[in-house]
């Protein structure tokens, strides 16, 4: 397979690729006559990433498979998540326009739309978790600076590049991470700008992606371009709608998330086992296809809608369905208990997903005062600090060394989410 190197909306001297594609895995696949789904197998399958949108990989030597047990850093304490988050901030952080951004890599450039709102996001835990004023001026920055490059209106997109050319419809599931970012940075800082473009965006894409095509959900893009409804859109726009009734004291948005998390939990949740869907896909309608591949961050965004309505509501049913998407992570998606890197190569979509899981599993075991899990988070945090390399950086891979060349701030904002988890909350 090739490699296509595009910059992101036109920027110029961006190197990247855009979703990772995984080819000849053995799958299970359900046709679904309406919404009624029947198993059957499907051995060739193009597996989404963020959004499911499919591309062809990088052009990066794959990194080598490590033997033995994992190596695990001793004595971890929340000093090595401050370290951690320093060590990022010196290497990615770079002051732009409007206030401040995140580099591409370790070279410069921009980072991607929706991976700078996750990273915005990773400040914003830091901030929750220490109430360091520090960072909350620093999500302020790192908000301000995300809208004077993107905008407040993030349904389009276009380019960078001379004449800012109209480059089509935003992706539903990237709207959705800005979202977040911005009704948190409306709860850490209470500037009710960041409230305001948050609800904005949500209700245009609400109008633009709800159907009933399928049982419900939210469109991917829309019915006629790619369509799908997927794990990556509808379970961060519950975690968007929950944010928002809780900003505005509507609980309209309360209606609506409810209404999305029946959907994902009837088409997208094996309620037996915990895994979740990754997306189902028109093949000829009304013929609907379930692909099923689970990745870190579509279990952990389940797990993050469940907890925000399990808060919201007080319905217990919210947090069973949560600890046992939890427990099929662990299971299921580790290699010797070490969260798996779910795409492999640098810089795809899937570099950063298994910060987006430790995000909302962490917040959702504290929310519920478990402790069982908490062996496995310090595991999977000293996994990751005991791979960083000379730099405090560490990549996708908390299996092997990271290495000294060229590294992407997506791909190693993972090891900085999961190492945050360390800090005890108000400490």
């Given at each position: 397979m090739t490699a296509?190197?595009?910059?992101d909306?036109?920027?110029v001297?961006?190197?990247?690729?855009?979703?990772a594609?995984i080819m000849i895995?053995r799958v299970?696949?359900?046709?679904v006559p309406?919404v009624?789904l029947?198993?059957s197998?499907?051995?060739l399958?193009t597996?989404s990433?963020?959004?499911?949108?499919s591309?062809t990989?990088?052009?990066?030597t794959?990194?080598p498979?490590?033997t033995?047990p994992?190596?695990?850093?001793r004595g971890?304490?929340a000093?090595d998540?401050r370290?951690?988050?320093?060590?990022f901030?010196r290497?990615?952080?770079?002051a732009?326009?409007?206030?401040?951004f995140?580099?591409l890599?370790?070279s410069?450039?921009?980072?991607?739309?929706?991976k700078?709102a996750e990273?915005?996001?990773?400040v914003e835990?830091?901030y929750?978790y220490t109430?360091?004023a520090?960072?909350?001026?620093?999500v302020v920055a790192?908000t301000?600076?995300?809208t004077a490059?993107y905008g407040?209106?993030w349904?389009?997109?276009?380019?960078f590049?001379?004449?800012h050319?109209?480059?089509g419809?935003?992706?539903?599931?990237d709207?959705?991470w800005?979202?977040i970012?911005?009704a948190?940075?409306y709860?850490?800082?209470?500037?009710?700008?960041?409230?305001?473009?948050?609800k904005?965006?949500?209700d245009?894409?609400?109008?633009?992606?709800?159907?009933?095509?399928?049982g419900?959900?939210?469109?991917w893009?829309s019915?006629?371009?790619r369509p799908?409804k997927?794990?990556?859109?509808?379970?961060p726009?519950?975690?968007a709608?929950?944010?928002?009734?809780?900003a505005l004291g509507?609980?309209?948005y309360l209606?609506?998330?409810?209404?999305?998390?029946a959907w994902i939990?009837?088409?997208?949740?094996?309620?037996?086992t915990g895994?979740?869907?990754?997306?189902?896909?028109?093949?000829?309608?009304p013929?609907?296809?379930?692909?099923?591949?689970?990745?870190t961050?579509?279990q952990g965004?389940?797990i993050?809608?469940?907890?925000?309505?399990?808060q919201?509501?007080g319905?217990?049913s919210y947090a069973?369905d949560?600890r046992?998407a939890?427990a099929?992570t662990?299971?299921h998606?580790?290699r010797r208990g070490?969260l798996?890197?779910d795409?492999?190569?640098?810089?795809?979509?899937?570099g950063g997903f298994k910060g987006i899981?430790?995000?909302?599993?962490?917040r959702f075991?504290?929310?519920q005062?478990?402790?069982?899990?908490d062996?496995w988070?310090?595991?999977n945090?000293g996994?990751a600090?005991?791979?960083r390399n000379?730099r405090g950086?560490?990549?996708?891979d908390?299996?092997v060394?990271?290495?000294?060349?060229?590294?992407?701030?997506?791909d190693?904002?993972?090891a900085v989410?999961?190492?945050?988890t360390?800090?005890?909350?108000?400490?």
């Open positions: 296509v190197v595009r910059d909306e036109g920027e001297g961006v190197r990247r690729t855009k979703r594609r895995r299970t696949a359900v046709v309406a009624v029947a198993l197998t499907a051995v399958l597996v990433a963020c959004g499911g949108q591309a990989r990088a052009a990066v794959p990194p498979v490590a033995g994992p190596v695990v850093a971890l304490t000093n998540a370290a951690s988050l320093k060590s901030e290497a990615f952080l770079a732009a326009p409007g206030g401040r995140y580099r890599d370790t410069g450039g921009y980072a991607d739309f929706w700078e990273m915005i996001e990773t835990d830091y929750g109430g360091n520090v960072y909350k001026a620093e790192l301000n600076g995300f490059r407040t209106d349904m389009k997109k276009y380019s590049k001379t004449g050319r109209y480059l419809l935003r992706a539903n599931d709207v959705m800005m979202i970012a911005s948190r940075a709860e850490i800082t209470g500037d009710v700008r960041y409230r305001a473009m948050a904005t965006n949500f245009r894409a609400w109008a633009r992606a709800w159907s009933t095509d399928m419900g959900g939210l469109w893009r019915a006629h371009d799908q997927n794990a990556t859109t509808n379970a726009a519950v975690i709608a929950c944010e928002l009734s809780k509507d609980k309209a209606t609506k998330a409810e209404r999305l998390y939990r009837g088409a997208l949740f094996n309620a037996r895994q979740v869907y990754d997306h189902l896909s028109w093949t000829t309608a013929s609907v296809k379930v692909y099923p591949t689970p990745y961050y579509n965004t389940f993050g809608a469940a907890d925000r309505l399990g919201l509501t319905a217990q069973r949560a046992r939890l099929y662990r299971t998606l580790t070490i798996q890197s795409g492999g190569l640098a810089n795809q979509d899937t899981f430790a995000r909302w599993a962490v075991t504290r929310d005062h478990i402790v069982a899990f062996p988070f310090r595991r945090a996994a600090w005991a791979r000379a950086l560490t990549g996708q908390w299996t060394p990271t290495g000294s060349g060229l590294l992407y701030s997506w190693c904002s993972a989410a999961m190492l945050e360390l800090l005890p909350k108000g400490r």
